[in-house]
């Protein structure tokens, strides 16, 4: 140990010295991918499409509905010079496969294709800031409050170790659970303010992510520091 065998302090915090920090976290931002921008008009024009339902009058129009479609191809056929009549009748014929469609099969298959044209999430990061006055810690981003928890650094329930490439530091009001942990996150190096060790895994909840020196400044606020000497 160091002179007369103390330990440096953690570093104090009140409302008059306050710890403002600065780091990024993720948010989810909607966005269409290129195959969702050719499905949607797809959708669109299939959501049009016409169908019949099962039951007993809903057949019957199917097949006059058919049977005009087969009536217009022959007719096509037949006035059209060849081979264009052939290939146009053949191609309005097959329209009775598929002209009208049974009611549900067409509600499953719309289904798939608004899944398909759906916007989709993806994590971005964004700037944000942490602010403690020593009983309150909120980090803010975009201008609103990402996190907010009362807890005095001595009281404070603090987990810390490294996992997946990574230092991590856990914090929570006292007797708090994992699921109410805020975590902070920062690469790999000597720990300023604490021994390293190991997680069991890396946290689900996602982090604030801090800097090297904004991160032991951090640790030294909540940690106790190393013995010196």
Known sequence: ?????????????????????HGSVDRDEPYLSLGARLVAPVAQLFARWPTWRDTRSGRQG??????????????????????????VGLAVACLALVLPMEHLR??????RL??????????????????YDGQKLTVTAEERVWRSMRAEASAARVVAGEAEGGRWLGLAPPGRSDR???????????????????????????PLRLG????DTLCAVFLDPPAAG
């Open 1 to 21: 140990m160091g002179a007369g065998g103390r330990r440096s302090r953690r570093i104090k915090v009140t409302a008059e010295r306050p710890l403002r920090l």
């Open 106 to 111: 067409h509600a499953r298959r719309l289904a």
């Open 212 to 215: 090297v020196e904004d991160f």
């Open 62 to 87: 199917a097949w006059v509905v058919r049977g005009v479609i087969l009536v217009a191809a022959v007719a096509l056929g037949v006035r059209l010079p060849w081979p264009v009549g052939d290939v």
């Open 114 to 131: 608004r899944a398909l044209a759906a916007p989709r999430a993806r994590s971005v990061a964004v700037p944000a800031a942490l602010h």
């Open 180 to 206: 109410e942990l805020l975590w902070c996150r920062a690469p790999l190096g000597p720990w300023a303010a604490a021994p390293s060790g190991r997680l069991d895994a890396a946290p689900a909840a996602p």
